[in-house]
């Protein structure tokens, strides 16, 4: 497809289970973000793909989390053992990188987690 | 600690008047600043940009105004329509390698 894709939709686990969440980007986009909005909340940044360097992993709430991107395109989030807390809507989003004019990020549609 | 702040969570306009979100930041690495707008059930969607060398950024109905001295920007939207009611971000990055922060949002109403 041609917009950033998110897998999956939902996705309803019970408490102590691990999830793994899968974004697509756009074609030849070489800058890729995971943020995460809870309920009421705004977008809270948490990891950063750039190229080929070491991703920013500055954001990650904790050690539960981590995620890679494999050959410079599919990313996967993985959350293990959640907590409730980790319930929010991840969103995905993705850019051309560094040389762009405008710097736009462009989001899938989030996969949104319910931990029970 | 917000780096970047909207400390308005929400805001009620009539339709056909000015909206005029607000946004302020902390940090004064950050050189290029965007907004996005969020619909329900749909990502962040990019509306404007504005680098720090610039004051304004004018595309449309909506205008970004960037006050670097007081570390403040806002949008605004004129003149508004019901099709505006969505949520709005105001986003900032040190420069376009580094990750881009976003504040927590200002839901826009349009009344009619």
């Known amino acids: 497809g041609a917009g950033v894709s998110q897998s999956p939709s939902n996705k309803v686990t019970e408490k102590g289970k691990d999830v793994e969440l899968r974004c697509d980007p756009i074609?030849?986009?070489?800058?890729l973000y995971w943020y995460r909005q809870s309920l009421g909340q705004g977008l809270e940044f948490l990891i950063y793909?750039?190229?080929?360097?070491?991703?920013?992993k500055s954001g990650l709430p904790s050690d539960r989390f981590s995620a890679e991107r494999t050959g410079g395109s599919v990313s996967t989030l993985t959350i293990q053992r959640t907590q409730q807390e980790d319930s929010a809507v991840y969103l995905c989003?993705?850019?051309?990188?560094?040389?762009?004019?405008?710097?736009?990020?462009?989001f899938g549609e989030g996969s949104r987690l319910t931990v029970l | 600690d917000q780096q970047v702040k909207q400390n308005s969570p929400s805001l009620s306009v009539q339709e056909g008047r000015i909206s005029i979100l607000n946004c302020d930041y902390t940090?004064?690495?950050?050189?290029?600043f965007l907004w996005y707008k969020k619909y329900p059930a749909e990502g962040p969607t990019f509306l404007i940009s504005?680098?720090?060398?610039?004051d304004k950024n004018e595309d449309g109905r909506f205008t970004v105004f960037l006050n670097k001295s007081a570390k403040h920007l806002s949008l605004h939207i004129v003149p508004s329509q019901p099709g505006d009611s969505a949520v709005y971000f105001c986003?900032?990055?040190?420069?376009?390698?580094?990750?881009?922060?976003f504040g927590k949002g200002t839901r826009l109403h349009i009344l009619p």
């Open positions: 793909f750039q190229g080929n360097s070491a991703p920013d």
């Open positions: 940090n004064s690495m950050f050189d290029y």
């Open positions: 504005i680098s720090s060398i610039k």
């Open positions: 986003a900032a990055s040190a420069n376009r390698d580094d990750k881009i922060i």
């Open positions: 074609s030849g986009h070489t800058a």
């Open positions: 989003a993705s850019s051309s990188g560094a040389k762009t004019l405008t710097g736009e990020l462009f």
